[in-house]
């Protein structure tokens, strides 16, 4: 695998489109306000989100993306999710707006804008952990698996997932409301959590966990422990978190496997 720890294109086109998201929805929100015509509020929105998207494009590119935030130094560091605070910051000052009464456009404006900034936050910030897996893993003797949560777990998402279908059809059918619809996505999202199978590399001080678009890491220092039944493995993890199960039919050598997290919980170096 090969690492990064550079701010390349595509990592910098995020946060172009990061910064003038923010923008246009401050600059739409105070336009309503201020009672502005449809258009040029209109135009106002994509003069600011194209214009702003392109300079701030431009300005990343020709002077540089700051060394602190470029994905790797930005995830050691522990701030990778303040990119998505700037959209909770966003939505609160929307709520602000409700509260005053100061105009429930400008306030709907500041809200899913600071939805779509936080939506953007979190790639970075799964952009930022992704080159960190990445780079753990480069040099080392990997090993990879495939498998789906334990039995009991799987069972306990498709209960989440059924029992919230289940709800939103009931609320559907008593209120004659048929807007929920799409929210029935969520159900089926809660359920393939149980269906789907999660990819794992797991190299000399770090498990890597999740997809090739979204990774996880858990490394040494935080594995507390390994249990193995017939029914489930599960990797404990230290703090609140739960432990992370797999199927052991899923794999076709579960003792490997389960001798390789042994032997991460017995190093006691964190890997960073």
Request: aromatic letters at 8%; a positive charge.
């Amino acid at each position: 695998m090969p690492s990064t720890d550079t701010a390349g294109l595509t990592y910098r086109l995020v946060l172009a489109l990061y910064l003038a998201t923010g923008a246009a929805a401050t600059v739409v929100a105070a336009l309503v306000a201020d009672e502005a015509t449809a258009g040029l509020v209109a135009v106002g929105a994509v003069g600011t989100w194209l214009g702003g998207t392109v300079l701030a494009a431009a300005a990343l590119g020709w002077v540089g993306v700051p060394r602190w935030l470029h994905p790797r130094p930005l995830y050691a560091a522990g701030r990778s999710w303040l990119p998505a605070l700037g959209g909770l910051v966003l939505a609160s000052t929307g709520v602000g707006v409700v509260v005053s009464g100061r105009g429930a456009g400008a306030a709907a404006t500041l809200l899913l804008g600071g939805a779509a900034v936080a939506t953007l936050g979190w790639v970075v910030r799964a952009m930022a952990r992704n080159a960190e897996a990445r780079a753990r893993l480069d040099g080392s003797e990997v090993v990879a698996w495939q498998a789906r949560p334990a039995k009991r777990r799987r069972v306990a998402w498709y209960t989440a997932g059924g029992l919230f279908v289940a709800v939103v059809l009931g609320v559907m059918l008593w209120t004659r409301d048929w807007s929920f619809l799409g929210s029935l996505g969520v159900g089926i999202a809660l359920a393939a959590q149980g269906a789907n199978r999660t990819q794992y590399w797991l190299g000399d001080r770090t498990l890597v966990y999740g997809n090739p678009q979204v990774r996880y890491l858990l490394v040494a220092g935080d594995v507390t422990g390994v249990r193995h039944t017939d029914a489930a493995i599960s990797i404990e993890r230290r703090g609140w978190r739960p432990p992370r199960t797999l199927d052991p039919a899923d794999l076709s050598d579960p003792r490997a496997v389960v001798a390789a997290l042994d032997r991460l919980a017995a190093t006691t170096d964190t890997g960073g």
